[in-house]
């Protein structure tokens, strides 16, 4: 099975600020889907941003993108701009291969914004 | 308007007892999953359901046993439910049929079960 590793429990950044949270991954498939998913304390579950494999461009979404290097296994999210909204925990997710389509989740990041 | 709504939001109850959750999608997908997140707020997937067939069976204990009556529905029964079933437990859906994989999941509000 893929694992998704978060290697930060707890980041800080300060409001305006750039953050980056990491996560790697292990793999034997060449195309797969990345996602990071934002979880605030409302305990909702929001999609961020999403990559395919065999994009070699990295995603962009407002204020939120990523920087995907396929042969590292490495899809970190940066935060530019953060704002107290910011504020909650982060997931990266590799999604398995069909049959069964289940995101297997890293541990998560704890991003706190101070003002 | 919600687009995956899990009922109830909270369920407190002890021991032993039997309970289920209900899951409903109105976004016309065809996948249907559930998840638990532990107290470390670790996501795990239980199950997965395509087109009502069960895809995913993960190491859950046989207490729990997921019923789709069809593909707008999912719902989670629990049997003599123990302390260690305390978590959050959320459904999602995904439309997989013909978008190869990269549509994303959307999740309910999550269900907390808590355990006396």
């Known amino acids: 099975a893929q694992t998704v590793t978060q290697s930060q429990p707890e980041m800080s950044v300060q409001e305006a600020e750039t953050v980056t949270l990491s996560c790697t991954y292990d793999t034997s498939e060449s195309d797969y889907y990345l996602f990071w998913y934002k979880q605030p304390p409302s305990r909702q579950m929001i999609l961020v941003i999403r990559?395919?494999?065999?994009?070699?461009q990295n995603a962009t979404e407002n204020r939120f993108s990523v920087n995907f290097q396929k042969a590292a296994k490495s899809f970190s999210l940066k935060i530019s701009d953060s704002q107290l909204g910011d504020a909650a925990m982060y997931f990266c997710?590799?999604?398995?291969?069909?049959?069964?389509?289940?995101?297997?989740f890293g541990k998560g990041t704890s991003l706190l914004v101070t003002p | 308007d919600t687009a995956v709504s899990q009922t109830p939001k909270y369920l407190v109850t002890q021991m032993g007892n039997d309970k289920s959750i209900k899951c409903e999608q109105n976004l016309g997908h065809d996948t249907m999953y559930w998840y638990k997140q532990d107290s470390k707020k670790f996501l795990k997937i239980m199950f997965s359901?395509?087109?009502?067939?069960?895809?995913i069976n993960e190491t859950v204990p046989n207490r729990f046993s997921p019923k789709s009556p069809d593909k707008a529905h999912l719902n989670l029964h629990i049997n003599s439910l123990e302390l260690g079933d305390s978590a959050v437990y959320f459904c999602?859906?995904?439309?997989?049929?013909?978008?190869?994989?990269?549509?994303?999941?959307?999740f309910g509000d999550g269900t907390r079960l808590s355990i006396l």
């Open positions: 359901y395509n087109n009502k067939e069960l895809i």
């Open positions: 990559q395919e494999a065999y994009k070699q």
């Open positions: 999602a859906s995904s439309q997989e049929a013909g978008q190869g994989g990269y549509q994303p999941q959307h």
């Open positions: 997710a590799y999604r398995s291969p069909p049959p069964g389509y289940a995101l297997n």
